[in-house]
C-alpha cells in the first residue's frame, strides 16, 4: 500500500469530446483534495501515464471520454479488474507504438506487461456526442462535466473514509448524472 491515489484525465483536446478528461481534470485541480491524492492532466501521453503508474498507486481514477453506446453526456463510473486486463492483449498490438494514441485499455495493458498495476483502477467516462476534429466541448457533455467532478469527488470522499463500495449505487435524475457498471 502506497497511500497514494493518482486521478489521471485524458483526451485530446483537439478533437472536441475527446477533450472531457482533460476539462474535468481542470475542473478538480483547483479543489482542495485529501492528503495523498495527485490529480494531473496527461492529456495525449499516454506511455507517460504508464510510467507515471510504474510508481504505484493504491487507487488510479482514469476520466476520459469512452464511447459505451449510451446517450451523449452520459457519465459512468466503471472498475477495471487485474482479469479483464488480462483477457486483452498484453501490450499494443501496432508495429509502432503510438505515444500519443493510447486508449485506456492500452494503459492498462501496458501497464499489466510490465508487471504492475494499481490496486484498483476505476473510469469516470463520458458517452462524447463528437469527436471529429476541433475544439470546444459538444453542449452534451460540457453539460456532464459537473456530474463528472461530483462523481469522482464522491469516489475520493469515500477512499478517505476507506469505504469505496463495490459498485457507486447509481444515482437517478437529470441526463449526465453518473451511474455505475
Known sequence: MTGR??????????????AF??????LLADRPQPAGVEIADFGIRGVHLVYELLDGCDLF????????GYEPGTVTVLEVEPGDVARQRTAPSAGVLDAHG?????????????????????????????????????????????????????????????????????EEGAQGDYQAD
Open 102 to 170: 493510447l486508449a485506456p485499455d492500452e494503459i492498462f495493458a501496458m501497464l499489466a506487461s510490465m508487471g504492475n498495476r494499481p490496486g484498483r483502477s476505476l473510469v469516470v467516462a463520458c458517452e462524447p456526442a463528437d469527436v471529429s476534429a476541433g475544439m470546444g466541448l459538444s453542449d452534451q457533455v460540457r453539460e456532464a462535466l459537473p456530474h463528472a467532478v461530483r462523481a469522482v469527488e464522491t469516489i475520493l470522499e469515500r477512499m478517505t473514509r476507506q469505504e469505496i463500495p463495490e459498485q457507486i449505487k447509481q
Open 5 to 18: 491515489t493518482l486521478v489521471a484525465g485524458v483526451g485530446n483536446v483537439f478533437q472536441r469530446d475527446d
Open 61 to 68: 481514477v482514469l476520466v476520459d471520454a469512452a464511447q459505451r
Open 21 to 26: 478528461g482533460v476539462e474535468v481534470i481542470r
